[in-house]
């Protein structure tokens, strides 16, 4: 069943919450507890890495997460935006919904520089995440409107993978970290069902030019997201050595950014490309070329 404006905007405020509830103001994280589960980090693999070391890469991956969505952000406050502005004439529901997400991501993005900034008090080393947020953003904004909302459908559908499939059953977590994954979760469950909504609107006045250009508009983006994880795997090999005073030998660093890109590529493509409901949306949306990206998540699994 396709949600409604109204639908959205009620299970919205159901969920709502303020920064202070999740990441109190000078609050410390525990850092003798792993960030992120290992089935989104996937350190398991690497045996050459003690048990000490592996944690510090997990809370390595913690923090280059909440970079990454942080990042990200930008980007999909700027095209809520464009939306706001095409609904202002038009849908008083649809404007209300677009005006309450892009408030909600503004307020992600001050949570994840809320935690980025406990995380640097207390980690005792720099981590680096990947700069030119502001440039990226730029990019996908260049895009086709069908395509950017695609890209945030698959982006916010992935993060309730995220929670659902691993977060929220790990009991080993630091619970700082868990509560404000549970706490984004519970928004962008609505702001997915806001994204499909608002794509099926744009499908229905394209052409199928249009939708073709859409199809590779966003596999293009699928391309340049890859990219910029595997030069988040590389800064994070690089923080993970000054957190551990160690440079690794060329093989074993090899070694390591392989199953970091690998990770990256799985948590943040994959399981987006594949959920069920991104998959749906993009049959309904795309009926001409929705196999483009289907073939794309085949060669990913």
């Not at 059953?169 to 702001?191: R, Y």
């Amino acid at each position: 069943m396709i949600p409604n404006y109204e639908a959205i905007i009620a299970a919205s405020e159901r969920v709502s919450w303020s920064l202070d509830e999740v990441i109190p103001q000078k609050q410390t994280l525990d850092f003798t507890k792993q960030f992120l589960p290992e089935a989104l980090v996937g350190a398991a693999e690497l045996d050459f890495l003690t048990p000490a070391e592996r944690l510090k890469l997990n809370q390595v991956r913690g923090n280059a997460y909440a970079h990454l969505f942080q990042f990200v952000e930008e980007y999909i406050v700027a095209t809520c935006i464009q939306h706001v502005q095409a609904e202002v004439f038009g849908d008083e529901h649809g404007l209300r919904a677009m005006l309450r997400f892009a408030e909600e991501e503004v307020k992600h993005q001050l949570l994840f520089k809320r935690f980025l900034e406990a995380f640097a008090k207390g980690f005792g080393t720099p981590c680096e995440g990947i700069p030119a947020q502001k440039a990226v953003a730029g990019v996908i904004l260049s895009k086709t409107p069908m395509a950017v909302m695609a890209i945030t459908l698959h982006l916010e559908v992935m993060t309730q993978q995220h929670y659902v499939q691993c977060v929220d059953a790990a009991n080993d977590l630091d619970p700082t970290f868990k509560k404000m994954l549970k706490s984004h979760w519970a928004e962008e469950a609505q702001h997915a069902k806001l994204d499909a909504l608002t794509l099926r609107k744009l499908a229905a006045t394209s052409t199928p030019e249009q939708r073709k250009t859409a199809v590779q508009d966003y596999l293009d983006l699928l391309g340049a997201l890859t990219g910029l994880l595997g030069n988040q795997a590389e800064l994070d090999v690089k923080s993970l050595e000054l957190a551990l005073g160690k440079t690794f030998t060329p093989p074993l660093r090899a070694a390591l950014l392989a199953n970091q890109a690998k990770a990256y590529t799985k948590t943040f493509v994959t399981w987006g490309i594949t959920h069920p409901m991104f998959v749906e949306t993009i049959d309904a949306v795309f009926p001409e070329d929705a196999a483009r990206i289907h073939q794309k998540a085949k060669e990913l699994v």
